[in-house]
């Protein structure tokens, strides 16, 4: 993956950078919690995001030291990088799966199949096992929220239960599993960054993200809460073959674009060639059309934090954050020492890697712009290589599992039709991973690395 972090001359640290974030956020979050006070449905949507984000835009080239067009060109740079236009696409093919699975009956015929094998009361446990092996498997939480959201919300739908904690729900699987992960982006970034192998990173991960995850599985147990009891029909396994062709796929780690497009292809063709269905091409090319259509709002919105992130970073608003990070650890170590410097060093990690990940809003970029400060601070402090690592790992999924403005969130948002809002603020796994870290951190005692015997 490209490094979004490099470049010719280094940037000068400049707090003001940061300024267009935070007006962006003044904007969407502001309006729609106003809106909410006042009572209006859909609060969060009568400012649309990416409205919302145009005034940042402006503010981000006017406070551009360099020309113009030059400015311009910055922003364009940074829509363009590849990890935007990624997530951009699996929006896209996300949307027209989703669009296509529903219109050709494969997403009631999956939640028929869901209702009958899972028991009322286990199907948020359910559903956050499902997310949590598919991410694991994927390595992604956006490609397994694309594949596990429409069905999740035709169960929630079915049984009467809470569409934003179900929506929590599933983000909360996608992101214990993209963590655990040995071949996702985050664990490849941190693990590179650190130096120390995926197996050693994953042993100190899974400490700190198992106990948070059972207690976010006894949470969602006690909230499976079905309102309305839901009776399961006949199952027809034709219509579910796309999702399990999908679950297949991704256990065997093929590409989530791969996926994703022979899963619009299956459902497709299931609808064409069923001989008690009036499903034509025509219709199968608006219903991908209306997928597309369906993921304006975040991809468009993705593009402009992109823009954004990138315009921040060139004006030095995250070298301001590392320096600043840098500063505080350095102060703290010399009036303490030993152990005190550790846990400093490991909060400092913590620290640094979260602003990263609420400024650039995608993970796998803020470890790799933290990476090199954090390993300076794991080396100076003695903190092990895996250590560093998985607190970088741990602490970017925490901050993008509760970014309103994240891929995962809108993505989710879209989905659900819910504010982002709704659904970061069911994300109960994420709260208790960041409880669990917080609270290895300041119960553990850390040998310094040199007393390691075991080889990073």
């Not at 981000?60 to 990088?81: D, P, T």
């Not at 699987?173 to 197996?199: K, V």
């Not at 909230?223 to 062709?245: G, M």
């Not at 794991?378 to 599992?401: K, M, Y």
Request: a neutral charge; hydrophobic letters at 55%.
């Amino acid at each position: 993956m490209a490094d979004i972090s490099s470049s010719p001359n280094k940037p000068q640290s400049s707090s003001i950078a940061l300024l267009p974030l935070g007006f962006f956020l003044l904007l969407f979050i502001g309006v729609g919690s106003y809106y909410t006070m006042q009572g209006i449905d859909f609060a969060f949507y009568q400012l649309p995001a990416p409205v919302a984000a145009l005034p940042a835009v402006v503010l981000a080239i006017l406070l551009s030291k360099e020309k113009l067009n030059k400015a311009i060109e910055q922003f364009i740079r940074g829509v363009g990088h590849s990890d935007i236009i990624a997530m951009c696409l699996i929006y896209l093919l996300a949307g027209a799966f989703a669009s296509v699975a529903k219109a050709t009956g494969g997403v009631d015929a999956t939640v028929n199949l869901g209702l009958s094998l899972l028991p009322a009361h286990l199907i948020l446990p359910g559903i956050f096992i499902i997310s949590a092996f598919i991410a694991t498997a994927m390595g992604t939480s956006m490609g397994t929220i694309a594949a596990v959201a429409p069905v999740a919300l035709g169960l929630a739908q079915a049984a009467g239960m809470d569409l934003a904690l179900t929506a929590g729900v599933v983000l909360s699987g996608a992101m214990f599993g993209d963590n655990l992960s040995i071949i996702s982006d985050t664990t490849i970034a941190a693990t590179r960054s650190q130096g120390c192998r995926m197996s050693d990173k994953f042993k100190e991960n899974i400490r700190i993200a198992l106990p948070a995850a059972l207690v976010a599985l006894v949470i969602f147990g006690f909230s499976s809460v079905v309102t309305t009891a839901p009776v399961a029909e006949t199952v027809q396994w034709l219509k579910v073959l796309p999702y399990i062709v999908i679950l297949i796929l991704a256990v065997s780690g093929v590409n989530v674009f791969v996926v994703l497009t022979l899963g619009i292809v299956l459902a497709g063709g299931i609808g064409l060639f069923d001989g008690e269905s009036a499903y034509s091409f025509t219709q199968y090319g608006k219903d991908i059309y209306a997928g597309f259509g369906n993921m304006q709002e975040i991809f468009l919105l993705s593009l402009l934090i992109g823009g954004i992130s990138e315009m921040m970073r060139l004006q030095g608003g995250l070298a301001f954050l590392t320096q600043s990070i840098q500063r505080m650890i350095a102060r703290f170590s010399a009036r303490h020492h030993g152990e005190q410097n550790l846990r400093a060093s490991e909060l400092g990690i913590a620290g640094l890697v979260s602003l990263t990940n609420a400024c650039t809003a995608n993970n796998t970029v803020a470890i790799i712009v933290a990476g090199r400060v954090a390993k300076e601070l794991a080396q100076e402090n003695g903190v092990t290589p895996r250590r560093s690592a998985s607190l970088l790992d741990i602490f970017s999924c925490v901050i993008q599992g509760v970014l309103p403005y994240g891929a995962q969130a809108l993505l989710l948002g879209s989905v659900f039709a819910l504010s982002p809002l709704d659904v970061v603020a069911h994300s109960y796994y994420c709260f208790f991973l960041a409880i669990s870290a917080l609270i290895a951190i300041g119960l553990k005692r850390v040998k310094p690395a040199s007393l390691q015997t075991v080889k990073e």
